[in-house]
């Protein structure tokens, strides 16, 4: 892969402002205001209609690709042990679907076939429908003031969206499961915060998405997971690298990423780069960078699976510069799984937004 010259430098603030004709930035920054506005409407009672004296047999969450897929990825590797219900990842409607199961269906698409028939079906069924979309056309239509409706009141592009499906989610298991409660106003302060560390005006050596964003530069990039919850992390994160920063990035489980680096990838065994010639010795293998991204409970177990290897950097929600600012201190996860990769979401977004602003 051809490097890209960087024609806006990242201490840059006013360059990078005026780079971002489409208002990259502050989509970004708006995961905080997506949690708050579905914590808003849990509080007014928009999901009461879920209510029963038993937790469902089954929480389907239906959603046949992008953010709504990843989302609901996330939530049964980082909370699905601890639900009293299975949760059930799908692509279309189980055959088995009945009155004592919860059917979400996500996407951002009130047109999608697969979404519309899901909730059809689930209905006719005398399921719990819950609809995590915009509430119009044909999925309006269907459900007629039957379903629960959680249509997003932020809009962002699509991109962007991935923490507002999180939190749906979450609202939903508080609900229909009692004990999971979860404080979606305090997630979205702590999103609020990570924006904040990474807005243009903090410089680079502060800004958690800039630091990343110039360690990504002039590389390869490969983003390890090392469970089922990290592995969706990074594909979202191989996916919005893509669709913002027109990036190619690699997303693998971290075995796989660690036995690549093990076997020279990205930095043949015995290459002296500081003595090589290219008319000898013909071309540099490109450089490529693995960031293993992990929560604090797998932390160790990580980094003592990379130790000893180079261009291998282990990320969590907790690694942030010490920031001389305020507002933007140290993270308060709670330890919650959830929170923390949320956090990284929004961090990964925004690294996506800087490594294509940098270019102009």
Avoid: C
Wanted: proline residues 6%; negative net charge; without cysteine.
């Amino acid at each position: 892969m051809n490097a890209t010259r960087a024609t806006v430098d990242l201490d840059d603030a006013d360059g990078l402002l005026a780079a971002d004709r489409d208002g990259l930035l502050r989509a970004a920054s708006m995961a905080g205001a997506q949690v708050r506005a579905t914590a808003a409407a849990l509080a007014e009672g928009e999901l009461e209609a879920l209510r029963a004296d038993q937790p469902p047999r089954t929480l389907i969450w239906l959603a046949d690709r992008g953010n709504g897929h990843t989302a609901g990825s996330l939530l049964a590797a980082a909370v699905g042990a601890s639900a009293t219900a299975p949760i059930v990842v799908a692509a279309e409607v189980p055959p088995w679907i009945g009155a004592l199961d919860v059917l979400v269906v996500a996407g951002d698409d009130a047109g999608d076939p697969v979404l519309v028939s899901a909730a059809a079906t689930a209905l006719h069924r005398g399921a719990r429908v819950v609809v995590v979309a915009p509430y119009e056309g044909p999925l309006r239509d269907v459900v007629a003031g039957r379903a629960v409706v959680l249509a997003p009141r932020v809009w962002v592009p699509e991109q962007f969206s991935l923490v507002r499906y999180l939190a749906a989610g979450l609202a939903i298991l508080s609900v229909v499961q009692p004990s999971m409660q979860v404080n979606l106003d305090a997630l979205a302060d702590e999103l609020d915060a990570e924006a904040f560390r990474n807005s243009a005006a903090h410089e680079l050596f502060t800004n958690p998405a800039k630091t990343l964003a110039d360690r990504m530069s002039d590389r390869q990039v490969v983003l390890a997971g090392d469970n089922p919850a990290t592995l969706a992390l990074a594909r979202h994160g191989a996916a919005v690298m893509l669709r913002v920063a027109h990036r190619v990035v690699a997303a693998a489980g971290l075995a796989d990423a660690v036995a690549a680096v093990r076997t020279g990838f990205g930095g043949a065994p015995g290459v002296d780069r500081l003595f090589h010639d290219e008319q000898i010795d013909g071309p540099l293998p490109d450089r490529v960078r693995t960031f293993a991204l992990t929560t604090d409970a797998e932390r160790q177990v990580v980094v003592a699976r990379v130790n000893g290897l180079d261009d291998v950097d282990v990320l969590d929600a907790e690694d942030v510069p010490e920031a001389p600012f305020g507002g933007g201190g140290p993270i308060s996860g709670n330890g919650r799984p959830e929170r923390q990769l949320a956090i990284l979401a929004v961090r990964l977004e925004m690294t996506a937004v800087y490594l294509k602003l940098v270019r102009g």
